[in-house]
């Protein structure tokens, strides 16, 4: 089954810094790779995702690159704000085609005032 | 908000118990997702309704059983409860391949 792995697993910087979260995936398979964001006590929220015909998609401040390739993606979040503090989750979907996520390990970032 | 709705919240119960967790869809939603959140798994998949049909089965026990009705709301069954299925469980909805997660209900088996 697919495989994913997520980098770091925390990461602390300063309001106003860029912030970079980093996956990489097994399935060459795969063609649908999403972020999720999960607050305290809460599920996780779809913040952005991209698909495997697309290697660069921007939503404001965040944004999502796709190297398939490589098999990685990563998550760029810029001009961070306390309120991104929280855990992210890259995810790949496997080969079956019925969908299914398989989640990295989460990055709890922390965003210093 | 998602639009996905589960209940209970929270639920405590005892070691060999049997309970149900259910879970709303967001309005349209045909895909059903289950997935388990512990602090050494991480968040993992175990099952997938489609529109009343199992789809796909991810890492669900053999004493976890779900499934999903007319209306198309879900239930995940768990029985024979044990220390290590403490946990936080979700339900997601899609109609595409965008996924929308529930609260979640916490479980906690003493």
């Known amino acids: 089954g697919e495989n994913v792995e997520q980098h770091p697993s925390t990461l602390s910087v300063q309001e106003g810094d860029s912030a970079v979260i980093k996956c990489t995936y097994s399935?060459?398979?795969?063609?649908?790779f999403p972020w999720y964001k999960q607050e305290l006590g809460k599920g996780p929220q779809l913040i952005i995702d991209?698909?495997?015909?697309?290697g660069e998609k921007k939503d404001q401040r965040i944004a999502v690159t796709l190297n398939k390739t490589a098999k990685h993606f990563s998550l760029h979040i810029t001009e961070t704000q306390p309120e991104d503090s929280a855990v992210y989750f890259c995810?790949?979907?496997?080969?079956?085609?019925?969908?299914?996520?398989?989640f990295g390990t989460g990055t709890r970032l922390t965003v210093i005032p | 908000d998602s639009g996905v709705t589960q209940t209970p919240k929270h639920l405590i119960t005892a070691t060999g118990q049997r309970v149900t967790l259910r879970c709303s869809p967001r309005?349209?939603?045909?895909?059903v997702y289950w997935y388990q959140q512990s602090l050494d798994q991480g968040l993992q998949f175990l099952i997938q309704?489609?529109?009343?049909?199992?789809?796909a089965k991810g890492n669900i026990l053999e004493r976890f059983s779900a499934q999903q009705f007319p209306d198309l709301h879900s239930e995940l069954n768990l029985s024979s409860l044990e220390l290590g299925d403490s946990a936080l469980y979700f339900c997601?909805?899609?109609?595409?391949?965008?996924?929308?997660f529930g609260p979640g209900t916490r479980l906690t088996v003493l």
């Open positions: 997601a909805s899609s109609r595409g391949d965008e996924q929308f």
């Open positions: 995810a790949a979907t496997d080969q079956t085609g019925a969908n299914n996520l398989f």
């Open positions: 309704y489609y529109n009343g049909e199992e789809r």
């Open positions: 399935d060459s398979a795969s063609n649908y």
């Open positions: 309005s349209g939603d045909l895909s």
């Open positions: 991209i698909r495997s015909n697309v």
